[in-house]
Structures are given as structure tokens and as C-alpha cells.
């Protein structure tokens, strides 16, 4: 059932390549009742680079990305709280509690703070972390974004999978993503006025022919991040999920950011 307000899910099938053999740690969020997953890839001594999924989603889904991280950087992918093994069970659909969950692994290494990279609604949640956090996140690559509260909408089958009978058959990943998703205009809504404040370096990648987040999220992206250092790259032709078939093109966006002289959001 497309329970998603789009209609599918941010992450491909079965076919998605699996973190196996790739490190895996965990820490515990200082006041909540939330142990983070990750994987991690690289030297630890390194500038850290954080890759944030969507929904639903894990840290499996930056598997191919971990395994070749280049040199001179930490790539560090969580669970969000509410997938993969992350606690806790239910969805946590607050970006402010999803931004927390994040905040302990903004670490410094030689003046250079971390870059946030993340996908789908991954992305509103980077912009979070950096504007509750300032100061701490050397920039942002925002991947096919949901920012704009005018294009979130309902959808009858997404209440419909909330009722007990539907909701207890669908596995943990769909019942939260579902409640993410519900939740996300009001969240984009208080989020979007903050967005000025953002002045660091900020590389927005969006598909032309994405169905899941349109692409007029980009044209306000363009207004709302104007005090930014902000550059735009559309991929014409392009569908929603570009970690996977646009990974060079995000690797090089990355890349672009570590290259430049260091920075804060």
C-alpha cells in the first residue's frame, strides 16, 4: 500500500547494496531516551562527513558510499531515531529532536568542522543540526530536499494507514515513515523562516523529474537561502533518488565543499 505521502518509499529494493563488513558503534543522546546508530568509514581522525537518510531509510543506504570513503575524511552514516537500530521504536517526527540525536558527532578536527549531507527529508534535518548548532557544521549538501511546507500534502491513504488494523501489519520502517511524513508541513513551516540565517556553503543536487520531492523545492531554496553560499546543480531528467544513481555526482558535490576553505553554518 503507497502509504507514503508520495507514494514510495526513499530508498531502492532488495537490491541495495548491505553495509556488511563496514564498522558499527553507537552513542546515547545526552537527555533523551535515544541510542544512535552508525557506520563509519575512513580515518576518525579526519574531517567528519555525515550522511543523513530519509524516510524511511537506514544507514545501509550509504553502504557504497562507505565502502571507497576518499582520503582525508570520516564518513560517519546514522540511523535516524525510529529506523534501522536506532531507538527509539516509534517515529520521532520533531526535525528539533532529529537535529539532537545528530548534535554529539559535531566534532572539530584542525578548524574544520563537519559537513552534513542529507537525502529526501534527511535534507530539512541537516538544515536543523546546523541552525540549532551554529558554528559547528562546515556546510551542507542537501539532495533532492523536502523544504517547502506549500508542496507537503496529505493524503487519505496515509490516515488510513494510522488505523490499529493497518498500522500493526506494516512493518516498523512504513508506521514511521508514515508519521514522519504526516507531521512534516508544520515542521517545514517553523523551519523556513530560519533558513536565512544559514551563511555558510550550502549545495543543493535536485532530479528535474523527481516524483517523490518535486523540483520547484529548488525555487525556494533559491529565496529562502539567499544570505548562503549557496549552489544549485539540477539534474535534468534525473528521479528522486540520487545516492544511488547519481552517486559520482554527490561524491564530487561533497568533494567540492571539502576542497574549499573552512567554513560555518
Known sequence: MPLLGC??????????????????????????????????????????????????????????????????????AIDRPGFGATTPSNAVPSLAAQAAAIAPLLVEHDGRWPILVGH????????????????????????????DPALEHVYAVQ?????????????????????????????????????????????????????QVPYANVAFLRTRLAAARLTVRSLKGVNHFLPWNSQEIVEETIASLLAEEPGRC
Open 120 to 147: 529526501s527529508l534527511g535534507a530539512p534535518v541537516a538544515a536543523q543540526v546546523a541552525l540549532d548548532n551554529p558554528g559547528r557544521v562546515g556546510g551542507l549538501v542537501l539532495l533532492a530536499g523536502s523544504f
Open 159 to 211: 490516515r488510513m494507514g494510522e488505523w490499529p488494523g493497518i498500522r500493526s501489519a506494516l512493518p516498523r520502517s512504513l508506521r514511521n515513515a508514515n508519521v514522519e511524513l504526516m507531521a512534516l508541513k508544520p515542521q517545514l513551516e517553523a523551519l523556513a523562516p530560519r533558513l536565512a540565517r544559514l551563511r555558510c556553503r550550502v549545495a543543493v543536487v535536485h532530479g528535474t523529474e523527481d516524483r
Open 7 to 76: 507514494g514510495m518509499p526513499d530508498t531502492p529494493g532488495p537490491d541495495e547494496a548491505k553495509a556488511d563488513g563496514i564498522e558499527r558503534a553507537s552513542y546515547a543522546v545526552p537527555g533523551a531516551a535515544t541510542r544512535v546508530s552508525y557506520l563509519r568509514a575512513g580515518d576518525p581522525g579526519d574531517r567528519r562527513v555525515i550522511l543523513v537518510h530519509g524516510t524511511p531509510g537506514s544507514a545501509d543506504g550509504w553502504a557504497r558510499f562507505l565502502a571507497r570513503p576518499p582520503a582525508g575524511v570520516e564518513l560517519v
